[in-house]
């Protein structure tokens, strides 16, 4: 499985150089998209990603057996530092991402999915938050956008969340995240986290004792439609109750804990 083009040399920097004062180029930024017959709206994602006021990323993007023109839309952008990379066979999400985070040669791991959008100044700004606060781990606010029923935002009110508190509800939406490559290391989706796999990625790095940082502002809009895993509630909570049981081993009666403030908190979040 061989990429169609890689971007220039990867720009690594030492800690104290990334944290300088004043600093404006953080080092590189790998950005990793999975995409499935994603042509209605991977246009405007990649477009996102290209609009960014900090211009030091790579754009991988992995595409999970689309049959629809999605490779051929990536193919028309003449930007080296979008890559396009294939499955061999169709995987799902976590192996996708994974694939993309195995060639990424960036300090950074950023993800953004194919029918979501970035703000222009979201790299920008959560490099600088991150520099200012030394962390390894952020993420951000966002918008969800659910069409007819209108924009809405996702506001976390604390400054830091740790395991426990992901265990109760998880607050990080995916395209949000960055994560220190030099400090985690490449962090994984794991597998058996069915659809949940994001959410079982940010467990195992908050399972370190490492915090998640907020970044008191919305950089993201989200879509949320009939293709989105969100959608669909029934599915969703069988796929929860999975994280917990199977992927954290976290006992019955602790698992019924935790799913129910998941629940409170997702109500509360959608209504």
Not at 134 to 147: I, L, N
Not at 180 to 188: H, I, S
Not at 233 to 256: D, G, H, L, P
Request: charged share 25%; proline share 2%.
């Amino acid at each position: 499985m061989e990429p169609t083009c890689f971007n220039g040399d990867n720009m690594e920097k030492t800690s104290k150089e990334i944290f300088a004062e004043g600093a404006s180029d953080y080092g590189l930024v790998s950005v990793i998209m999975p995409c499935y017959n994603s042509a209605e709206y991977i246009a405007a994602s990649i477009d996102s990603v290209v609009s960014q006021t900090y211009k030091n990323w790579e754009l991988i993007i992995v595409d999970d057996c689309s049959t629809d023109n999605s490779t051929e839309i990536i193919e028309n952008y003449g930007d080296d530092r979008i890559v396009l990379l294939r499955n061999e066979k169709n995987s799902g999400a976590a192996i996708t991402r994974n694939n993309g985070i195995d060639i990424a040669k960036g300090r950074w791991i950023a993800f953004l999915d194919s029918d979501d959008l970035w703000h222009p100044e979201k790299l920008e700004k959560q490099l600088k938050f991150m520099s200012e606060k030394q962390c390894a781990f952020s993420f951000t606010h966002y918008y969800f956008d659910r069409g007819a029923e209108g924009i809405r935002e996702f506001s976390p009110e604390k400054d830091e969340y740790t395991y426990k508190d992901i265990l109760k509800h998880c607050y990080i939406a995916c395209p949000t995240v960055i994560y220190d490559v030099t400090a985690l290391g490449k962090v994984y989706m794991p597998t058996d986290a069915i659809k949940r796999e994001d959410f079982g990625c940010w467990l195992s790095i908050l399972r370190r004792g490492v915090n998640a940082h907020c970044l008191h502002e919305s950089l993201l809009t989200v879509k949320i439609h009939e293709g989105s895993v969100s959608y669909n509630k029934t599915k969703m909570i069988k796929y929860q109750w999975n994280v917990y049981r199977k992927v954290e081993k976290i006992s019955f009666f602790a698992t019924c804990y935790y799913m129910m403030h998941w629940a409170i908190k997702g109500f509360l979040k959608y209504r």
